[in-house]
């Protein structure tokens, strides 16, 4: 095979041994890399209701075929596991020399299964694997073990850590690379936790197998160069993300006070121009000269790498307007490894539950200090923050009253930082997301309030799949960022001519569009064979506030979302995926995509059919 290692390297930390297992062309084919591997992978490898914090459910760590070449923003990997905070497939990505190390080593995912009796390093260097001494590393945060394994193993190692937070089995908890990156938001820093694994540091020195490396190296070059050209470039340069702040604002999509509204009084004080002010250094992941990671000095003159997402959730969510102090939570979030989303959206939440007089701890919106006393408790599980380290679902269950109305998530997930009192397609895109609300798989927004707000329609539910396909599809199974495309206009017609040079393999949008449908429909599969009869299409519903509690400021005041148009967005939604009207896929459905044995285990674990 070209482009594809063909290894996957299996880790049985139980028993210390590491086995290279090869993989044939069809599941490269069928599957790409990334999360359709890791999706593949727990299907096949996870019996159904194992616990997520057991030594048998699986942590994955994998990469694509285009992972790793000198092609634009290729440094990522996915990591992914049966999530301990939704109880669904959980995946997320990270932007970190270890994907590029990982694939160099010739291998495109590691597989980790058991758990290791005390705290381990897993290190990989090329072929020799071994098990390592972590004792003296549990308990630091992800800063200081970085410090501590790249003065070791250098400076482009590959190194993956989690912090306290995994260490405590916070059910948010993320894994961290190079300072600030991180990933995994549905809890997969808690599934290393589980297997005490508090690092892997990979080191690879092979070349990646090209099915023609002249004209991929030739088309790299021309690829960077393009990206240059691009009339957003500068900008981006200068904000990154952070442009988003503004827009928002604008817009009524800055999610504010719990996402009760959509407008913030303090957003410019938080934004783009803010941070451009106050920024200290530039980075980026791996093989991207687009380098969207703006670091400012935070309110302890420490180094923290801001963008939009954890900005919204961490500034206007729990009503702080003061950008070093954000900077400030958002490193310390990065510091226990807990991802900034959930960590923003349970924050807010526990503020309106302490208006509310559900909770008797005094956490008012935007008290800075009970933020950062709140951020702590959680990443030790200390009082509240024991209640709240399991999700603002499972919290809304314990506060009682009408709490769950107003527990901003979809699936079990935290949703992410874009209000939906006004964006049908956006709340229909979190709804359906393959992970809980997340708005990587289609960031339908800014396309939504371009072409109006109030219409729930066909064409609606068509550019939500659309994007589906692109960025959650090709994009997480390539293993490459997306923001090129999605910031800057570079054109998907690059990416089949970078598979062909890769792997040999002419592979058109049509048929990549298909494995991103294979995907899809395997993933929603594996909740569906989670959740048994509990399944129902209820899952696939926004929050109750948004249906329910009007925007009271801005622009937009009185705006909410309609249940019976949503509804029938969401039928829409069901037939065009080929899914009945539960959202669970049809035997045609699974058949046509050639997940035959998946409908035979599925039917047998839900009889959906005779
Ligand atoms: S655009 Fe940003 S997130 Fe994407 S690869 Fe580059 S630095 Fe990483």
Not at 47 to 52: C, E, L, T, Y
Not at 486 to 509: D, M, Q, R
């Amino acid at each position: 095979m070209y482009g594809w290692n063909g290894k996957f390297l299996r880790v049985n930390l139980t028993k210390h041994k590491a086995v290279v297992k090869e993989y044939d062309a069809s599941m490269a084919r069928n599957f790409l890399g990334g999360r359709g591997f890791a999706a593949k992978i727990l299907w096949d490898e996870l019996k159904p209701d194992v616990d997520p914090l057991s030594p048998e459910n699986r942590l994955i760590f994998a990469a694509g075929p285009l992972t790793g070449f000198t092609l634009p923003s290729s440094g990522k990997l996915v990591v992914a596991a049966k999530s301990p905070l939704t109880g669904g497939y959980g995946d997320g990505n990270i932007g970190t020399y270890a994907a590029v190390q990982m694939r160099k080593a010739s291998y495109d995912a590691i597989i980790v299964e058991g758990k290791a009796e005390t705290p381990t390093i897993l290190l990989v260097e090329d072929s020799t694997i071994e098990f390592l001494d972590a004792k003296e590393l549990w308990g630091l945060n992800t800063f200081e073990v970085e410090d501590k394994l790249r003065s070791v193993y250098g400076p482009t190692a590959g190194i993956l850590t989690i912090g306290q937070g995994g260490e405590n089995l916070v059910k948010f908890a993320n894994i961290v690379s190079q300072k600030g990156r991180g990933g995994g938001r549905p809890g997969m820093g808690a599934v290393m936790g589980s297997k005490n694994l508090k690092a892997v540091v990979i080191v690879g020195s092979g070349e990646l197998p090209a099915a023609y490396p002249k004209d991929l190296k030739e088309l790299g070059a021309e690829a960077y160069r393009e990206v240059l050209t691009k009339p957003n470039y500068a900008f981006w340069k200068r904000q990154g993300t952070m442009m988003t702040i503004e827009w928002s604002q604008e817009n009524s999509v800055l999610p504010t006070y719990n996402f009760s509204e959509g407008i913030f009084e303090d957003a410019e004080a938080i934004g783009g121009f803010s941070m451009e002010k106050i920024k200290s250094s530039q980075r980026g992941c791996p093989n991207c000269n687009m380098t969207c990671g703006n670091a400012v000095k935070d309110a302890d003159r420490k180094e923290s790498e801001l963008d939009y997402e954890n900005v919204a959730m961490l500034g206007s969510n729990i009503g702080v307007g003061n950008l070093k102090k954000v900077a400030a939570l958002n490193r310390m979030a990065d510091e226990f490894g807990l991802d900034t989303i959930s960590l923003g959206n349970v924050i807010g939440f526990a503020m309106e539950a302490y208006e509310k007089g559900l909770i008797k701890e005094k956490i008012p919106w935007g008290d800075y200090k009970a933020a950062r006393a709140l951020i702590e408790d959680i990443a030790y599980k200390r009082d509240i923050g024991e209640t709240l380290a399991e999700g603002v679902r499972f919290a809304a269950e314990k506060f009682g009253g009408n709490a769950n109305r107003w527990a901003m998530n979809v699936k079990g997930l935290e949703i992410s930082a874009y209000d939906c009192h006004a964006a049908p397609a956006m709340a229909l895109s979190y709804a359906t997301s393959p992970i809980g609300a997340h708005h990587k798989d289609a960031w339908v927004i800014s396309w939504e309030v371009r072409v109006g707000r109030d219409r729930y329609s066909e064409e609606k539910v068509d550019k939500v799949i659309e994007f589906q396909r692109i960025r959650g599809g090709f994009f997480e199974c390539a293993t490459v960022c997306r923001l090129p495309w999605v910031e800057l206009g570079f054109e998907l017609e690059w990416y089949p001519k970078f598979l062909y040079a890769a792997t040999g393999f002419e592979i058109s949008w049509d048929e990549l569009n298909i494995i991103a449908d294979r995907v899809y429909t395997l993933i929603r599969a594996f909740w569906v064979r989670e959740y048994g009869k509990k399944w129902s299409r209820e899952m696939d519903f926004p929050p109750a506030r948004w249906f329910e509690e009007p925007l009271t400021k801005g622009n937009l005041k009185g705006a909410k979302l309609d249940r019976a148009k949503y509804e029938v967005m969401l039928n829409m939604y069901y037939r065009k995926r080929g899914w009945d009207e539960r959202g669970i896929p049809t035997k045609t459905t699974l058949e046509k995509l050639g997940l035959k044995d998946v409908a035979k285990q599925l039917n047998k674990r839900v009889k959906l059919w005779e």
